[in-house]
């Protein structure tokens, strides 16, 4: 056991020594750089994620009454909206609440004195199911008294659509950016195997398994895959940090305090010990690769 | 210890190397190979260490058949096996004690035991007070004495030696067949080849003789 430990140390101490070295630092430099593009972007999809998973929760309608519509007509309405086994949720803006709602907003107070009357109608928003807000929509336009309906599910759809297509590009970057990783990994990973040259020969004359000769190389590419993927998790943290400066001003400005989240602890290390397991991968296939042209002769 | 019976070798260009190779070497015994260069003293030692395989007939190394033997089994075959070459092979990105050292990285022994070995390997030499030096400002001689520190370090019982005094001065020559002969006073099996009979008539021991691949 003590011997087993030995070995690995040792081989640890050298895939650090050479890791070290100006190469090892460079390629997990370039690992990190190409990693954290797929890692930046999965970081900014799931700061959407909020919004998108709102939007597409219940399909929405928003039915705009005629200006000139009296209360009355819009209760009769509700009472015949409420009947409606379609209609899953209610609910009335009278024109004043929607006239406070849009004074909150900046600039619109100035806007709304200007005009010196109430422009906005009173309005019903109710949610339904994704199968039935079509059918559902075009039957309310029908409706007396209705000047304007607006199904939110479209362009709700729409971002969702978008955010999955999004999603998928990030997979695609992700796996063809994942197998440069394996590609640099096995090149390095190479030269160092025809550096290593001499030693490995002698090894194999003195008596070393292939696992001990092996080891080295193992420990070498999940070390530059595992800096490779802490360099990429620091440039999207770097990153975001910068944006945040930016959108923070912006943000203000209309009043909100949003703010680019950080990755998730979990997903950080997700990302660091990913790379790391291509590394090894990348270390294992040159390894297998190349080691056997190297024998005494 | 080392028993060839009908051993022929063809290289892949159709060379053939050796033919009708029969010989044994008993437990304890110091034997010469020589022969002129490209005789097949390399190839008959490469098949012991297993560096080479027979085409036909059976070479075994210390009860082990080296045709059949697995790849896995090789470097266990040669942990046993103490190998010294004419361009010795050593490592010059570490020092004296470091090469010495290098058998001894997957053996089961604690550093303090491998440090002892490897003091007492080159003390046996003569290199313990350059130990520290690096194998490049070693003369030709101190060099190959290395290079059997480090072949004897694991204490072998067999040490083969391809032209060990090839390239030397008669005095370092000589210096080195002594350390050889005294390995193979405290028992370990000892087969050197060399092109330099004169070399090895002092000697008195058995020598095997070999001319266009074939015992003369």
């Known amino acids: ?297 | 210890m080392v028993s060839f019976s009908s051993v022929a070798k063809r290289y892949p260009g159709g060379q053939e190397a050796l033919r009708e190779v029969s010989f044994m070497i008993s437990e304890g015994e110091l034997a010469f190979i020589t022969g002129r260069s490209g005789a097949g003293k390399s190839t008959l030692l490469k098949l012991i260490a297993a560096i080479e395989r027979p085409t036909s007939g059976s070479v075994i190394v210390k009860g082990q058949n080296i045709g059949a033997l697995k790849r896995a089994a090789i470097p266990y075959l040669r942990r046993n096996l103490g190998l010294v070459f004419q361009d010795q092979k050593l490592l010059y990105d570490r020092s004296v004690y470091d090469n010495a050292m290098l058998p001894l990285a997957f053996s089961s022994h604690t550093p303090k035991e491998a440090a002892r070995r490897v003091r007492a390997a080159l003390d046996k030499v003569g290199l313990l007070a350059r130990e520290r030096s690096n194998p490049i400002q070693l003369s030709g001689g101190e060099q190959q004495r290395l290079a059997i520190a480090r072949a004897v370090v694991n204490r072998p019982s067999l040490l083969i030696a391809d032209e060990p005094t090839a390239n030397l001065d008669a005095e370092s020559a000589a210096r080195i067949l002594e350390i050889f002969v005294a390995f193979n006073q405290v028992g370990v099996t000892v087969l050197i080849a060399t092109h330099d009979q004169g070399l090895v008539a002092r000697y008195g021991k058995r020598i095997l003789r070999l001319e266009q691949g074939r015992i003369a």
């Open chain 1, 1 to 297: 056991m003590s011997t087993w430990l030995r070995q690995h140390r040792r081989a640890l101490g050298q895939a650090l020594r050479r890791f070290t070295k100006a190469a090892g630092l460079a390629s997990a430099l370039v690992i990190g750089i190409a990693l954290s593009l797929p890692a930046g972007g999965y970081a900014l999809l799931e700061n959407l994620r909020p919004i998108t998973a709102r939007l597409t929760l219940e399909p929405q309608i928003s039915l705009f009454l005629q200006p000139e519509a009296k209360r009355a007509e819009a209760e009769a309405l509700g009472e015949r909206l409420r009947a409606d086994p379609r209609v899953a949720k209610l609910r009335f803006v009278p024109r004043e609440d929607a006239l406070r709602e849009l004074q909150a907003v900046e600039g619109f107070p100035e806007l709304i004195a200007a005009l010196g009357r109430n422009p906005l109608p009173d309005a019903f928003v109710l949610s339904t199911n994704a199968t039935a807000v079509n059918a559902l929509a075009a039957d309310l336009a029908g409706l007396p008294g209705v000047a304007h309906v607006q199904a939110d599910a479209v362009w709700a759809r729409r971002l969702a659509a978008l955010a999955g297509i999004a999603r998928l590009g990030l997979w695609l970057l992700a796996g063809l950016l994942g197998s440069g990783l394996v590609a640099v990994t096995f090149n390095t990973i190479r030269l160092q195997i025809l550096t290593q040259r001499d030693e490995i020969e002698v090894s194999k004359l003195i008596g070393a398994t292939d696992a001990f000769i092996r080891r080295p190389f193992h420990y070498l590419g999940l070390l530059q895959g595992l800096a490779g993927g802490a360099v990429a998790v620091g440039i999207v943290c770097a990153a975001l940090a910068l944006l945040n400066r930016e959108v923070s001003v912006l943000a203000e400005s209309y009043g909100s305090s949003f703010r680019f989240a950080f990755l998730p602890l979990g997903d950080a290390l997700a990302v660091v010990l990913f790379a790391g397991l291509l590394g090894w991968l990348g270390a294992h296939l040159s390894v297998n690769r190349h080691l056997r042209e190297i024998e005494p002769g």
